[in-house]
């Protein structure tokens, strides 16, 4: 059923507010999944706070033009599911590859980075790098060994001298 101008302004609307906050949006071409399946992968998508949209092609192309944002080539021919990631920018490429393993009518067809438009090898590329928290960890735990390095350094000179002393304190106790 076709939708009316209010119901176009209204998704031309959300798909406004969605498209300037997120960090990565990445597209998606869901036909041969079944209903279940669809909603197994909004499902996994709400864990992660990321949002998935089914916009009219017509729509999607006139809220991305009004970012700025032109995307080539055959993805607006066929339908394709928006999906949106707010916090991170690798959580939702991870996310659809890992769908995709399972359920082969999934198919990325690219993406956008903040303004940047993305081809399909560089979703799939970006769903190769560690997450946000991974980077973080990482980085604590290269920040964090040279100080432990240097606290077991610091920390064998007096442990020497308690031992020196503890000898001589044991040397005494036999001499007496």
Known sequence: MAKTRDQKEALLSTLDDK?????????????????????????????AEIDM??????????ALKKHGIEVSGDAFDQ?????????DEVQPAKELVLFAKTYEAVEILGGILDTQVLDAKAIKALAALPSR???LAQMAGSIA?????????????????VTALNQIKEQKEKTA
């Not at 960090?23 to 079944?34: D, I």
């Not at 432990?148 to 001298?161: A, E, H």
């Open 133 to 135: 928290e991974q980077l």
């Open 145 to 161: 060994s040279p100080l432990r390095g240097l606290v077991t350094v610091l920390s064998g000179v007096p442990r020497g001298l």
């Open 53 to 62: 949209i089914v916009p009219k092609n017509s729509v999607a192309k006139i």
């Open 79 to 87: 339908p394709l599911a928006m999906i949106f990631g707010y916090n």
């Open 19 to 47: 498209i300037s906050r997120a960090k990565v949006t990445v597209l998606m071409k869901y036909q041969g999944l079944k209903v279940s399946q669809t909603e197994e992968l909004r499902t996994a998508l709400r864990k």
